[in-house]
């Protein structure tokens, strides 16, 4: 895993959880992010594609976590939420990168800034949509 990238999507979980929060336009986020927060380990430009992905294809990424959740998304905690959305975002529209990557990565986000269970979740939730978006994959 790129260490770069895990810092990238680190800062994209708080961007993103701003960003739904405040309703705030996602490019003033992301060049608030960039000139305020962002540091050299950070890949700015995969940072800077993850908040606009999210973003630009929210409407795809929720319809597709709504069938593998167990509630509507608005109902799931905010900072979770961000997270699904952004696992989403890399499991559908980023196929290069491997799904174990993607889970993995949400899960070190929850276990971060989720609540105490919030991981477990977020595994099981992204854990099905891969097996939805990449069966070919998860069949190994």
């Known amino acids: 895993m790129s260490h770069k990238k895990h810092q990238a999507r680190l800062h994209a979980v708080q961007a993103v959880y701003q960003w739904q929060m405040t309703g705030q336009d996602i490019r003033e986020i992301?060049?608030?992010?960039?000139?305020?927060?962002?540091?050299?380990?950070?890949?700015?430009?995969?940072?800077?594609?993850?908040?606009?992905?999210?973003?630009?294809?929210?409407?795809?990424?929720?319809?597709?976590?709504?069938?593998?959740?167990?509630?509507s998304i608005e109902s799931v905690d905010p900072v979770e939420r961000a997270i699904l959305r952004l696992g989403a975002y890399e499991l559908i529209l980023q196929p290069t990168?491997?799904?174990?990557?993607?889970?993995?990565?949400?899960?070190?986000?929850?276990?971060?800034?989720?609540?105490?269970?919030?991981?477990?979740?977020?595994?099981g939730v992204l854990d099905k949509l891969s097996r939805k978006i990449r069966n070919t994959q998860t069949a190994d």
Do not use: M, W
């Not at 491997?98 to 979740?121: C, S, T, W």
């Open 97 to 123: 990168v491997p799904y174990r990557v993607v889970i993995n990565e949400a899960v070190e986000l929850a276990k971060v800034f989720g609540a105490e269970q919030g991981h477990r979740y977020v595994n």
């Open 30 to 71: 992301c060049s608030q992010f960039l000139s305020d927060q962002v540091t050299p380990r950070v890949d700015t430009s995969y940072f800077s594609t993850l908040l606009v992905g999210v973003q630009e294809n929210l409407g795809e990424l929720d319809s597709q976590l709504k069938e593998c959740l167990d509630r």
